[in-house]
């Protein structure tokens, strides 16, 4: 029978990508949307029509209002940054930063884990082509799993122990789009933008759609998704 | 001037004797308190009275919504234990078990702390007359700590070291209750039954409350708390 597996589905590029390698690698995917208060809501929809192509064992989409806490562009009434050089992007941690973000992610996948029988969390971070996020590093995902073996009842007592996967960690965008169009996936069906119109059209000028953008442009395909300026 | 510290305020026994302590270290409290869906909802309430008594420089009441994943009986609707001896008790891992509980409450008040520029967290979890609980136990806290200063921003730049604050993890319930009677904690406002009646008297018979009683009876104090028999 196949293992059960909590995936952190977000409804981007990446997430998505990684929702085909762990179908193909043989994992029953339960997958986790966290509705934290975002300005691109319209990700979780994104998540919504992935979870459905991929047929998903279950999908469930939690609401934290991490609005409560304040602190980032994505949930406070702060300009998200536009037009940067890739330098820029690749250089500090920006604005667009949720404090702590990968850490309460993994915590309620973990959770879940246990009540699914499973050890098993896929997490689409990336610390090559990414925006300088510390959660995104192999280092911290390493500690995480250290830490969250002596967290369960399943991992103390052996029965489940915890594997964090991170398939894209070491990958470039382009990397990912290409392995991901080998797998069949639709990324018109992805969003990335952190800025929104509201006909849903990607901005073309944050840095999520500049990377998405640069990655397409590396792995010499088109991007599907509709943009204000180009549509 | 004071630094802010995120306490993690259940309105129990031991995270108000915490409030008292982290007080009278000089920390401002930015106090946390997570409505997970939990079945002793009076709990929330005490916490309220409790961030009021020790005027509290913030008090965030969160709620998310943990019974999406189910797995506990303080989530789901399965019979809370009673009237367990003390070896049953301190044996196994009981079905009150939350998945992740501290993994996930503290992974929130790291989000909170960064926004608040504060390292330090404090959390009352109890290693000695506790529950057998994974996520209460030292080496949890100590990989916990070390994953959380590879996770943010400002424990990555070197700011904001992040510590993981335990006073409470190897006193006895009783040490617990004579520390916070000396810091003048009034523990008529805590709570720490699994299944109070609608008039919110403690059961008397659940784990939490033997091991309360248990407590007062070891300090030599009377316990204020209402309960159903014998009130």
Not at 30 to 40: E, F, K, P
Not at 64 to 92: H, M, Q, W, Y
Not at 185 to 208: H, K, M, N
Not at 219 to 225: E, M
Request: glycine share 10%; proline share 5%; hydrophobic share 40%.
């Amino acid at each position: 029978m196949a293992k059960n597996a909590i995936l952190l589905l977000s409804g981007g590029l990446d997430s998505t990508t990684l929702t085909a390698m762990a179908q193909a690698q043989g994992f029953n995917i339960c997958a986790l949307t966290i509705d934290y208060g975002q300005r691109h809501n319209i990700e979780i929809e994104a998540a919504r029509t992935v979870a459905r192509t991929f047929d998903v064992a279950r999908h469930v989409v939690l609401p934290i209002d991490l609005r409560a806490f304040g602190g980032s562009a994505l949930t406070d009434n702060i300009p998200v940054p536009k037009g940067r050089t890739n330098d820029e992007i690749e250089g500090a941690i920006p604005i667009t930063y949720v404090p702590a973000r990968n850490t309460i992610f993994l915590s309620l996948a973990l959770g879940w884990a246990e009540t699914m029988d499973s050890g098993d969390l896929f997490i689409g971070v990336n610390a090559r082509d990414y925006s300088g996020y510390p959660d995104c590093r192999g280092e911290f995902i390493q500690a995480y799993e250290t830490m969250a073996n002596l967290a369960t009842q399943g991992a103390v007592e052996g029965r489940l122990p915890v594997k964090i996967h991170t398939p894209l960690i070491d990958m470039t965008k382009g990397e990912i789009i290409r392995a991901g169009t080998a797998l069949g996936v639709d990324y018109g069906q992805t969003r990335s933008c952190y800025d929104p119109d509201d006909a849903g059209r990607a901005c073309g000028e944050c840095d999520s759609c500049q990377l998405r953008l640069k990655g397409f442009s590396e792995a010499g395909l088109a991007d599907p998704t509709p943009y204000q300026d180009r549509n």
